[in-house]
């Protein structure tokens, strides 16, 4: 990772660090359907998916441990799985 990367890398991890499972759930959501891509985006991702396995939450129906799919917002249950929304 560049130095700008890594930079946008570690403020986004300590930004999400402090919120709840939900609201990371919802910072998902808002990506939903999102095509711009740039450095700062890349990083944003990466962290997101980085905040997630940190939290052990189980994200096999949106992804894998090399990416994740942001076409369908989704939600977490009490045991930490995320289903997708199709409806929503």
Same mark, same amino acid.
């Given at each position: 990772?560049?130095?700008?990367?890594?930079?946008? &890398?570690?403020?986004?991890?300590? /930004?999400?660090?402090?919120?709840?499972?939900? +609201?990371?759930?919802?910072?998902? *959501? #808002?990506?939903?359907?999102?095509?711009?891509?740039?450095?700062?985006?890349?990083? &944003?991702?990466?962290?997101?998916? /980085?905040?997630?396995?940190?939290?052990?939450? +189980?994200?096999?129906?949106?992804? *894998? #441990?090399?990416?994740?799919?942001?076409?369908?917002?989704?939600?977490?249950?009490?045991?930490?799985?995320?289903?997708?929304?199709?409806?929503?």
């Amino acid at each position: 990772m560049s130095t700008n990367t890594n930079k946008y &890398f570690e403020e986004y991890q300590e /930004c999400f660090f402090s919120k709840t499972d939900e +609201e990371i759930i919802t910072v998902f *959501n #808002k990506e939903v359907g999102n095509p711009g891509w740039g450095t700062a985006r890349a990083a &944003f991702l990466c962290s997101l998916h /980085c905040e997630l396995d940190r939290r052990h939450i +189980e994200y096999s129906s949106i992804g *894998n #441990k090399d990416c994740l799919c942001f076409k369908y917002p989704i939600q977490i249950d009490e045991n930490k799985k995320i289903t997708i929304q199709i409806n929503a």
